[in-house]
């Protein structure tokens, strides 16, 4: 590679949603910024390339999953992952993106030099080899979870003669065709699943040691289709999309305020399908909707698979797996030919990257989020971790729009660094704040290792997206806790400042 390929102005870490959103938007507000994205994986698309399970498809509407300067077009709103991997190569290949993307790039670790402003990134080649990459810019699109290991619940299958599967590792010759299948846990990827292997299976059946709450609404957005044929395609896409921002929004606030009334209000939709005798305490989870993320179900498949009597739900806890399957604390034995643990992501924080400045390694617990895009301290780097109560592409959205202004507030000003500056003195001053305020169980086992979150903003990881777009479009960058600095002779400012407040 040359010295242009290897040498970047900014370097984006993963080709999915995020990655390629930070990539449109370079090439639409920064133009001439060199730029690379380096995928671990063989294809772009990220968790939808990643997730090969029956039935894979988005949990939320495409007019909010989609990018805010790529109309989603399709029927469906509530699409598959070949209608998503689509809609990211179309873009990717009419922007002129996907040249910058080199696949088969693992990132081991990231040094930060303050005196030149580069970042020295290793990469590794799926044959070993290792390469070294500069940029001046960082941006870690690479998701939230950990891509190599699934949550481990300890389960112990010994005894099970018949196949264990992990979504995440779904195996492309899968044979389940009249066979008995129980898929354990009841979040999104189960409620997926079940529908779609009850079409072929024997029976399937979802065993759950606590309920979720499940919303059902139809696959396609019918006002969005109406729109689209009356008025232009991009505005059709922005009455759409905020039309469901604010339906986001509205919901879960009621929620929060009403839960009696929400609750009764998705138990009726249940009912509607199911008819009055359906099990209630099936649907009933412990906590109040939107404590956990809701679960989607498209046009009321699942509804309609127990129904029929294709599915079930069992809700007890595992005494443990046997030959056949498994026993319940119940003393009953659920038969299986094949279990699939559906029971959650371990989390992870900035695609397990060993990060550091100056060579001294950055412990992301230690740090605040600044503008839940950048942190505290941390030079010349952003990330995405997207909305818990709404799309994820609308945080990606207005980070890559801030990160943008950021490096074009950079180039006005001749500096190299940008770095949110939080002193000792600030710092003993701010109130923190509970970073996720969810109960979801993939969410309490991480938090141990999630970034700083203070009450006051900037220092936070909102959740509420049309303050946070309102905010990151129209603050000034140059809001005098992002501090802009020429590299070299600046280079130690930061850490007399801090020394200063101690």
Known sequence: MSNADTDLDVLIVG??????????????????????IVEMRDNLGGTWDLFRYPGIRSDSDMHTLGFDFEPWTHEKSIADAPAILDYLNQIVDERG????????????????DRATARWTVTVELKDGEKKRLT?????????????????????AFDEFDGQVIHPQFWPEDLEFANKKIVVIGSGATAVTIVPAMAEKAEHVTMLQRTPTWMFSRPAKDGVANFLRKILPEKLAYRITRWKNIKMQDIGFKRARTKPEKVKKFLHDKIEKVMGKDFNRQDFTPPYNPWDQRLCLVPDDDLFQAIKSGLASVKTAKISRFVEKGIELDTGEILEADIIITATGLKLAVAGKIDVSVDGERVDFAERFYYKGCMFSNLPNLAVVFGYLNASWTLRADINSDFVCRVLNEMKATGTQIAEPVLTKSDEAALEE?????????YIQRAKHIMPRNAVAYPWRLNQEYVLDRKRMAQDPVDDGLLAFRRAGSDAHENEEVLEAAE
């Open 135 to 155: 940029a001046n810019f960082l941006y870690l699109g690479s998701g939230y979870y950990d891509y190599d290991q699934p949550y481990d619940p300890g389960f």
């Open 15 to 36: 080709a999915g949603i995020s990655g390629i959103g930070m990539a449109a938007h370079l090439e639409m507000h920064c133009p001439g910024r060199r730029y690379g």
């Open 433 to 441: 704040d509970d970073i996720f305020d969810f109960s979801s169980g």
């Open 97 to 112: 993106i996907r040249q910058h993307i080199r696949f088969g790039h693992r990132v081991l670790s990231a040094d930060f």
